[in-house]
């Protein structure tokens, strides 16, 4: 298929800027990002050659069959589930996945837990997602109704994630969802978050870019801001990453693998 003229993601993120005008404010985060991912999910259903247009690198847009792995490459988001995710969960665990999306890490994950809660703000992703999981039964699907997890799930979660879902999000957001962590995993339980690295090379390269943060864009961090963070959250970091040449993710982001105390 035909990739128009002046494809690529910077494309895909003008038009849908286009697009957002009028809807919501851009420094209220959670409805900018509400309505930003509805439409994302609803181009992405509508025209088979938007996944085609938003792809990060093209020459890997013919594999993409789900939302969201347009972004990056699938072989390197497997390589970071690998060694970030599938470790730490077993066929006992209660999950928590913020910021499902349109089910590309759920669908791998699904398989290997107990149970596991997909949240997001979107409605729309959300709805993608639903069909992407019809054959897991051990799948629940919850919007999200601001930054943050609802009441009620204190000490639930064996394991929680965010997957590249953070990178859109401003500090305090982030901020929000490290203190949920702390909430909702059970003693000794772990979660996986991911930013975006100011100080990765490939990460200084995008922000350099950037002429502001918009969340479609990327909200750039420093590893020391993030385990700060971690820290006031009640949350000890086990493991970090560091920038890593090859891997789409690890070259431009990071990682870090958290538990409670």
Known sequence: MKVPTGAGPADVAHRLRRRMRGARA???NVAYNRDLWDRYADDWQADPTFRIRAADVPDEASKVQTLGEEWGT????????????????????VVAEVGVG?????????????????FDIS???????????????????QLLEGSGLADGLDGRYDFAYAFDVFVHVDLHGQWRYLQDFARVLKPGGRALAHTANL???????RF????RYLPEGF??????QEKWLAAQAGLTVVRESTPQVGNFYLERDFLMLLEKR
Do not use: H
């Open 123 to 141: 409605a729309r992703m959300l709805d993608t997602a639903r069909g992407e999981l019809a054959g897991q039964p051990n799948v629940t699907f």
């Open 219 to 224: 909200y750039f961090v420093t590893p020391d």
């Open 199 to 205: 100080m990765a090379p490939a990460g200084w390269e």
């Open 26 to 28: 851009a420094t209220d």
């Open 102 to 118: 349109g089910g590309r890490v759920a669908k791998r994950v699904a398989p290997q837990v107990r149970e596991l809660d997909c």
């Open 208 to 211: 350099a870019r950037q002429q």
């Open 74 to 93: 699938i072989g390197d988001m497997e390589a970071v589930l690998a060694e970030w995710v599938l470790p730490f969960v077993t066929a006992e665990s």
